[in-house]
């Protein structure tokens, strides 16, 4: 009976981290993708600057999108 216990709250144990691996794992597929989308959204507003001829703007929006690549390279090298 005492073993039949331990064993079952072992599983448990185990079924937990199990879970949580793949938490883990989703939500780092999920910033990956949030940082890439996050550069193409501030690409295109760059991209928008340019066109309606406002350089300081696109400058902004250039540097944000390269952070946010960065972020991305970053964050799918490390996981």
């Known amino acids: 009976q005492v073993y039949r216990?331990?064993?079952l709250r072992a599983?448990?144990?185990r079924d937990r981290w199990k879970e949580e691996?793949?938490?883990v794992q989703l939500e780092m597929d999920?910033?990956?993708h949030y940082f890439s989308w996050r550069a193409t959204q501030w690409g295109d507003r760059m991209r928008e600057s340019l066109e309606k001829r406002l350089p300081g703007h696109a400058c902004y929006s250039g540097r944000q999108s390269q952070m946010y690549s960065?972020?991305?390279?970053?964050a799918?090298?490390?996981f």
Do not use: E, I, P
């Not at 960065?70 to 970053?74: F, H, P």
């Open 30 to 32: 999920w910033t990956c």
């Open 21 to 23: 691996m793949t938490l």
């Open 70 to 74: 960065l972020l991305a390279q970053d």
């Open 76 to 78: 799918q090298a490390a």
């Open 5 to 7: 216990v331990h064993w």
């Open 11 to 13: 599983k448990a144990l």
